[in-house]
């Protein structure tokens, strides 16, 4: 595991499984929880993703980056999708138990979107941050209302991996030979064109931590009457995210409402209302054959769903700021590091909006309350 300066590893035994977390070796354990932040990645990723942001943070502020299971040094124990994201989130819980933490700021990314969202249904939490985070209704197989489009959720979970890539993540391909190896698909998804790095070996090393043992990434699928004839499951990453078993758009009535900071990219490929991860949308494109139509098997329009969400958990009280970067891709924290770090720092409290100064020049579109 390549672990930047600063940054050290420790294994966390908790009551559930033994969980691999990142933190600065500077921090204060005895840190309070109000300036605690702990950092979730999404799918096929893990921790070191975070590693940039976590060092430009400040000194006073206690930095934690866990990685989910099955990827990072996590254990790979078989995760049950009928329970939604829930065996990612009650993992986060217990991880922060044996932390003897309480109520964090919690960042969540793209699946770690959907992950922290569970858990402030579940738990207190002080902030969410939502970055690239997955629909409130899941991904794929859902009219804009987040009404589902089959009983049996054709075309979402396991059965829409592409099998090359993951025979590649089980290889540990490190090659830019293929389209689908990860170091191509980082290049194509992940980011946006511009993106530069010195450390592309680290983001694909992260990738490439990814289980794809059974239960673990992508999931099981069923045959389905349905088009694409295919299925969620019922174990794998991908099927906990088919409508049928997630929905998290019940944070909308929680009594107490964290405030929430919704960032994302207008470039993201894999979270968008045309989502080439979306095989509707793959249909819609022509590129799976048999589509049956608009009026059948729609694209899922994630970011308006998202929006729609966070509107009416606005209007029932709840505090949210809209930070949306042009041309930016499925990782601003990486594309825009100061922007980023400057919304999170002011989303949970550290700096005050009014005395701060401007951000790093960006083309931006900041909505809050107000």
């Known amino acids: 595991m390549t672990v930047f300066d600063g940054i050290v590893a420790r294994i966390v035994e ?9 933190e600065r070796s500077a921090d204060d354990p005895r840190t309070p929880d109000e300036r605690t932040v702990v950092f979730v990645h999404g799918n096929v990723s893990s921790a070191l993703f975070w590693q940039e942001i976590m ?19 996590t254990e790979s124990l078989p995760v049950d999708a009928t329970r939604g994201l829930r065996d990612f989130s009650d993992d986060l819980h217990a991880t922060l138990e044996a932390l003897h933490l309480g109520a964090v700021h919690l960042v969540g990314w793209s699946m770690g979107g959907g992950v ?3 858990y402030a249904l579940d738990h207190p939490v002080r902030s969410l941050t939502l970055q690239a985070p997955v629909s409130p209704y899941g991904f794929g197989g859902t009219r804009r209302d987040g009404s589902r489009l089959t009983e049996d959720d054709a075309g979402c979970g396991g059965g829409g991996a592409n099998p090359d890539f993951v025979e590649r993540l089980t290889a540990h391909d490190t090659s830019d030979e293929a389209p689908t190896s990860p170091r191509s698909v980082f290049r194509s998804s992940y980011v946006s064109g511009d993106y530069v790095t010195a450390q592309e070996d680290v983001w ?3 990738m490439l931590s990814t289980s794809t043992a059974e239960g673990n990434y992508p999931g099981d699928s069923v045959d389905s009457e349905n088009w694409p004839g295919f299925a969620a499951g019922r174990s794998g990453v991908l099927n906990t995210m088919a409508p049928r078993h997630f929905s998290v758009a019940g944070i909308v009535d929680l009594a107490v409402k964290p405030p929430i900071l919704w960032v994302h990219g207008t470039a993201d490929a894999i979270v ?5 991860f979306d095989l509707n949308q793959l249909g819609t494109a022509g590129i799976i054959p048999g589509w049956p139509g608009e009026d059948v098997a729609p694209a899922q329009p994630m970011v308006s769903q998202t929006r ?6 606005r209007a029932a009280g709840g505090e949210v700021t809209e930070l949306e970067l042009d041309g930016v891709g499925h990782a601003p924290h990486l594309e825009r590091p100061g922007v980023f770090r400057h919304a999170l720092l002011q989303a949970i409290g550290y700096i005050a909006p009014q005395h701060d100064p401007a951000p790093p020049t960006e083309t931006i579109i900041l909505k809050s309350e107000d």
């Open 14 to 22: 908790t009551s559930r499984l033994a969980v691999n977390i990142l």
């Open 55 to 73: 060092q430009d943070l400040p000194g006073d502020i206690r930095a934690i980056a866990v990685d989910l299971r099955g990827f990072g040094d």
């Open 116 to 118: 922290v969202m569970q």
């Open 204 to 206: 694909v090393e992260s």
């Open 272 to 276: 968008s209302d045309a989502s080439f």
């Open 308 to 313: 729609d969400v966070l509107d009416a958990y």
